[in-house]
């Protein structure tokens, strides 16, 4: 008797000697392998809405680390430095004037006398007496960015638990994805008490977060600070 013939290798093998695959009862549901759906979110209209609140989470955590630089005349000697005055009232500007920029220069105000203070400086009120001048300025700007969401990965479906398996995948380049997010600059000027020439100078930018508390703020604005005049006087 011929072996495909006989009920057994009939009911192991197909007439065209490739195994069967097993029959489940559903569809394998596709193994999704997204970026996008590991967070909850779904590829249609879902996603496009939470895009705006989501980028900048993800992007923005690569640029959201303080930028500081600093310079100075090498042919001062700071070490001859011990009073100093305010040379102008601190100005901030932010993208809509209200209430909140004279706080924002109150904290920078109090904030830079409590460094220099730290450092062993004595404010004085008149500036013929000062051995330096100090001014501070900051703004906040509107900056535009992009980045590439791709939800277009994912691998296919199982093929079942038999002797016949196989599974795909694939990919695409996305369209890039334009969000807006505000950025801070702060800016410390030492000038010389007689000629008003700059000695030393200081520029920290960051990104500007509006939603925080108050406290926050205040941290935020003591950090800034500490870390620019952390380099003054220079070494």
Not at 90 to 108: C, F, G, M, Y
Not at 158 to 186: H, K, M, R
Request: charged content about 25%.
């Amino acid at each position: 008797m011929d072996m495909a013939s006989r009920p057994f290798f009939r009911s192991r093998f197909p007439a065209r000697g490739r195994p069967r695959r097993a029959q489940t009862g559903r569809t394998p549901e596709p193994l999704r392998s997204s970026w996008l759906d590991s967070r909850g979110l779904q590829s249609d209209g879902e996603t496009m809405s939470k895009l705006p609140l989501l980028l900048p989470l993800v992007f923005l955590t690569a640029c959201n680390s303080l930028s500081v630089h600093t310079d100075y005349d090498p042919q001062v000697d700071f070490s001859a430095l011990e009073e100093w005055a305010w040379i102008k009232p601190v100005k901030t500007v932010l993208p809509d004037e209200n209430a909140e920029t004279q706080l924002a220069s109150q904290r920078i105000k109090s904030a830079v006398e409590a460094e220099l203070a730290s450092k062993g400086f004595v404010q004085v009120q008149d500036e013929a007496q000062a051995d330096f001048l100090v001014a501070a300025h900051a703004a906040v700007t509107r900056k535009y960015d992009s980045a590439y969401v791709n939800d277009n990965f994912g691998y296919g479906g199982y093929g079942g638990y038999d002797w016949n398996y196989g599974y795909g995948y694939g990919f695409g380049i996305g369209a890039p994805t334009v969000y807006e997010y505000e950025q801070g600059t702060l800016g410390i000027d030492i000038l010389t008490q007689a000629s008003r020439k700059v000695m030393w100078n200081g520029t920290a930018k960051d990104v500007f977060h509006r939603k925080n508390s108050v406290e926050k703020r205040e941290k935020v604005v003591r950090d800034t600070v500490a870390k620019l005049l952390s380099k003054f006087p220079p070494e």
